[in-house]
């Protein structure tokens, strides 16, 4: 796709893509020339599991220990790592991540609180966070439930830089 085509493909949007040269090649964005500001994001996702599997997680039954705590670390883990498997994010010292896990009727919802001061924001941090806890707690229980669903994941908000604060209208 060329750059032309890209930026009619976003119908409506207003900014070009910025990971693509004005000859439709991929590239990293160079953020040499901008200011470290402080950055915050947060992303939230669900995991749906079976009924069976939630009273399991929930008396401490699973064989392979404690689900939730080893999510909540594989998505701090994960967010550290983000530059080493999304191809072209910029690696970033992050100053805080936090992944909590909250019980829900059908399962559990994972948020990522994810800062830094820098360049560039860590929406993808955040996101990568919410991705890699979920699929740890699928890991976790896939010996009991491998019908585990997760979903939803999205950017809930982000603050900082240029373009200053975004909230998740729903």
């Known amino acids: 796709m060329t750059h032309t085509r890209a930026r009619k493909a976003s119908a409506g949007a207003s900014r070009v893509l910025s990971h693509v040269d004005p000859d439709g090649r991929v590239r990293m964005v160079d953020v040499t020339g901008k200011p470290g500001t402080a950055r915050e ?85 955040a996101l990568t966070a919410v991705a890699a806890a979920g699929l740890t707690i699928y890991d976790m229980v896939k010996a009991v439930d491998r019908a585990v669903v997760i979903g939803d994941i999205r950017l809930i908000e982000k603050r900082g830089g240029r373009s200053g604060t975004w909230r998740r209208a729903t």
């Open 41 to 125: 994001a947060v992303a939230r996702g669900v995991v749906h599991l079976a009924p069976a599997t939630i009273r399991l997680i929930r008396s401490g039954r699973i064989a392979k220990g404690d689900p939730l705590q080893t999510a909540r670390l594989a998505g701090i883990m994960a967010a550290k790592k983000t530059a080493e498997i999304i191809p072209l994010c910029h690696p970033l010292a992050l100053s805080h991540c936090d992944v909590a896990i909250t019980p829900r009727r059908q399962g559990y919802e994972i948020e990522a609180r994810v800062r830094t001061t820098g360049p560039t924001g860590v929406e993808m941090e």
